[in-house]
């Protein structure tokens, strides 16, 4: 028996955002809601399938390089303060619940539903839509999504430079704010330290991020799906560009001359970072030539 329930009936298309950490997810998805027809795309699901949580540093850099590089405040052991309580499934009596939850929630009236996912959550979204839907539910991953979500589409989303994005997201761990008009983290808090280089951390993240790219790769032909691929670099300065091809991608209607809002949010890339990437080739040089970093 089916455990999910359509609030306001069935989307009549839905859509995921396919990505990594750092790579504009957030910039596209508002402006994909900010339309008013292409659902509202949020990070509903961030629990992974060992731990039904979201990640925590550690799984981001593993325990060497935690304790290594970052203050005795990331070793809380479960991290329950950084989950955004709205995405958080155990509010809910059931994940079949969280998820009539966020369907009716990132519907828009059209009948759209959207929403983002990184990688490393897949497994978790499939793991609670196997026990929402109950006996007979497919066992294959993309399968279990397509069941859930009607007329399932993908749109990939690419940040091309690994070290930018591994810069950005060192960055982001440190202080625990991914954006920009949003207010210091817990742990930037705590800390009360300011940010530092890491050459062990950044590249334990590029690595990271590289095989996460990897792993949509197997997904997308394990289903046999071509998704709509957008490119970060291209979007961040066209994004008017990027929404009208997903719009298109969904069969979305919509007028060529309708003139698209632009999100509030600003890029976070400053000379600091720059230095970082800098850095951090100079010091991956030595490395690959036999030298200390």
């Not at 540093?57 to 590089?69: I, Q, R, S």
């Not at 497919?138 to 007329?151: N, Q």
């Not at 007028?255 to 990437?277: F, G, I, K, N």
């Amino acid at each position: 028996m089916i455990r999910i329930r359509y609030l306001y009936g069935s989307p009549t298309s839905s859509y995921l955002i396919c990505t990594t950490p750092r790579s504009g997810s957030t910039f596209l998805s508002e402006a994909l809601a900010s339309t008013g027809v292409a659902g509202r795309p949020e990070e509903y699901f961030q629990q992974l399938a060992t731990t039904g949580q979201q990640r925590r540093p550690v799984d981001y850099l593993g325990d060497d390089v935690v304790a290594a590089e970052l203050p005795d405040e990331f070793g809380a052991p479960d991290g329950d303060f950084r989950v955004e309580l709205m995405f958080d499934p155990r509010r809910f009596a059931s994940f079949g619940d969280y998820a009539t939850w966020v369907i009716g929630t990132a519907t828009t009236s059209n009948g759209v539903f959207g929403a983002k996912i990184m990688s490393v959550y897949v497994d978790g979204l499939a793991q609670g839509l196997r026990e929402a839907l109950g006996a007979g539910a497919p066992g294959a991953t993309h399968e279990v999504l397509a069941a859930a979500l009607p007329r399932l589409r993908y749109i990939r989303l690419v940040r091309s430079d690994k070290v930018k994005q591994a810069v950005s997201l060192w960055r982001a761990i440190q202080t625990w704010q991914w954006r920009e008009d949003a207010a210091p983290g817990p742990i930037a808090a705590a800390a009360g330290q300011g940010l530092r280089y890491s050459f062990p951390a950044l590249d334990r993240l590029r690595r990271g991020l590289e095989a996460e790219e990897a792993w949509w790769d197997r997904y997308f032909d394990d289903a046999g799906v071509r998704p709509l691929v957008i490119h970060y670099e291209e979007f961040a300065g066209q994004h008017d560009r990027a929404v009208r091809a997903v719009l298109r991608h969904l069969e979305i209607p919509f007028e060529e001359e309708w003139a698209l809002p632009s999100p509030t949010m600003r890029r976070q890339a400053d000379t600091l970072s720059e230095e970082w990437v800098a850095r951090y080739a100079d010091d991956l040089a030595a490395v690959e030539a036999g030298e200390p970093a």
